[in-house]
Structures are given as structure tokens and as C-alpha cells.
């Protein structure tokens, strides 16, 4: 497999090496990839098992991160002795 | 997931516009509205930086504060919502900073495996693994600075300034890279930038992380 894959990012035109596709990793996870470019990029994720752990270990860190702090997705009630506090805090001085 | 403008309808531009001038003209009954309408989706701002009662409630109360001493100079054409998100965003960076403990230091050679532009610098056949290695000694440091290893959200306040500000503005609030532009008053290519050192950053970590807890008699030479 690696020897495919080093034939193919050398001598195919177009492919995309390991570097180009680190490149192209935010603008994938982001939605703002051309048409083509996000062909050359599935492209060589499907001949690269090294940059397809990387990417699902990208996307797992954005998704940790998210699920560390979004706890829960609906709106949060605020405590009525918190709102009071903040009314009052407008004309005490 | 998105955000939705609060004012969508004719009717609550109308409502807004009406609740303005009662703010303006110091009316309580509007500020009662402004604090009980607008409250519970600035509390959830507040909540996705802090995820803490505490820190949450502080924040809302902060932002509040803002809102209050600003109100006179809101300019009436202004969209209430996004002024009252920007006070609540702003109040809430500022928070963080006051917090931020110097514990950063043990992170600073780890940012060295990557370069300006957030990209990994080791790459080829044993991609990962000479990374993890060179990493290790840092990352260990972190781990075991605790008895307990670091919340999720604790090593994201750790990240230098920068990193943590992209990753709470960006992945958690979900503004987008305009937005967070202006916030941060860097440029869009800069947030770009740096979201992606800081993702990269927070992989690494957690990767090591499990490593480690799948290793128990792991050591570095
Ligand atoms: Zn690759």
C-alpha cells in the first residue's frame, strides 16, 4: 500500500502529498473546498490510512472540545434570584 | 446548532424598537423585559464559556452591568441581540484573562512542533509517531502537574490566549471567522491560523492522553 501511495503522489498528476492535504485539512473541515480540490482530497485520504487517522483524529479534537462545554444544547434558565441581583444592581449605586 | 438572530419578525423589530425607547427613557418595566427576553440566551453564552453555575452567573451579571452604563449611548438603528451577544462575548474574554493562571509555561516547547501556520512538522512513513515521541516529555508534565488529570476545558483555558480565545469563539460559540475577526481585532486570516494550531494542538494532546491511559507503564527515556 505505502509503495501505491508513494507511486501515486509522485507520478499522478494532481495528487495530493501528505503536506497539501494538512493544508487543505481546515478549509475540508470548514465546508470551503472547491468542488476539485475536495476530490483530491478524498483522493488521497482514500489511499492514505496515515491522513485519514490524522483527520479523524482533527475532527475528534473539535468534537471533544465541543462536548466539554456544551453541556446542554437547550437554552439555559436563569435563576430568579439571579435576574432580581441584576435588576437591583441597575439602581443600587 | 446555529444561532438565530433574536428579532426575526416585523413585529419583534416593532417589540424592539418599543423596548429601546423604554430603555433609553429609564423605565424599569423595560428593563424588567430586556433583563427576563434577553437573559436566558446570554446566560447560555455564558454557559459555553464557563460551563460552571458560578462563572456563568458572574458572567451574565458582568455583562449586564455593561449593558446598563451602555445603554445611552446604543445607537437605535443598532440590532439589540448582537450588541447584548458582543457585551456578553466581550465580558466573558475579559474573565477568562483575569483567570487565566500561569500554568501555560509547561505547554510553551510543545507549540514548537508546529510552525507558524499550524501545520505539523514531521511527516512520512512513521507520520505520528516521532511527533507523540518528541511530545511526550511536555505533554507528561501537563498530565501529571494534577493528581487527577485535567478537564477537557481546563487544558482549553491552558492554551496560550490566542488559541483558547479561537477554539471558545469559533468551536464553541460557533461564530464564524468574520465575527470572530472583529471580536478578537485580528484578521480573518489570523483566525484562520490560529483555530487550526489550536485544534492541532488539542489533537496531539488527546492523543497522547489516551495513549497514556492505554500504556499504564509507559515511559519516556
Ligand atoms: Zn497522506
Known sequence: MLMIKRLMTQHMPGMLTCEEVDGFLYDFHDGNLSYIERFKFKLHLSMCPECRDYLDGYKNAIRMSQTGFIKANKSTEVPEDLMQAILKSRTSK | ?221
Request: charged share 25%.
Open chain 2, 1 to 221: 446548532m446555529k444561532k438565530q438572530p433574536l428579532a426575526t419578525s416585523m413585529k419583534d423589530i416593532d417589540n424592539e424598537n418599543k423596548l429601546i425607547e423604554g430603555l433609553i427613557n429609564n423605565n424599569d418595566l423595560a428593563y424588567e423585559a430586556l433583563v427576563r427576553q434577553y437573559g436566558a440566551k446570554m446566560y447560555t453564552v455564558a454557559w459555553r464559556f464557563f460551563s460552571t453555575d458560578d462563572d456563568a452567573q458572574e458572567c451574565l451579571q458582568k455583562a449586564f452591568i455593561q449593558v446598563f452604563k451602555n445603554i445611552p449611548s446604543f445607537k437605535k438603528n443598532s440590532n439589540l441581540s448582537t450588541w447584548l451577544h458582543r457585551i456578553t462575548v466581550n465580558e466573558a474574554l475579559m474573565m477568562l484573562r483575569q483567570k487565566k493562571r500561569q500554568h501555560t509555561s509547561s505547554l510553551e516547547t510543545f507549540y514548537q512542533q508546529y510552525n507558524d501556520y499550524g501545520e505539523r512538522t514531521v511527516f512520512a512513513d512513521n507520520l505520528g509517531h516521532s511527533l507523540s515521541h518528541n511530545l511526550s516529555n511536555n505533554i507528561e508534565m501537563i498530565f501529571e502537574k494534577g493528581e487527577t488529570k485535567l478537564s477537557l476545558n481546563e487544558l482549553i483555558y491552558q492554551l496560550p490566549e490566542k488559541y483558547c480565545n479561537v477554539i471558545l469563539l469559533r468551536d464553541i460559540q460557533e461564530l464564524s471567522t468574520k465575527e470572530t475577526a472583529e471580536i478578537l481585532a485580528i484578521s480573518e486570516a489570523s483566525v484562520k491560523t490560529q483555530l487550526h494550531r489550536a485544534r492541532l494542538l488539542l489533537k496531539a494532546i488527546l492523543e497522547q492522553e489516551d495513549k497514556e491511559s492505554a500504556e499504564k507503564n509507559w515511559t519516556v527515556n
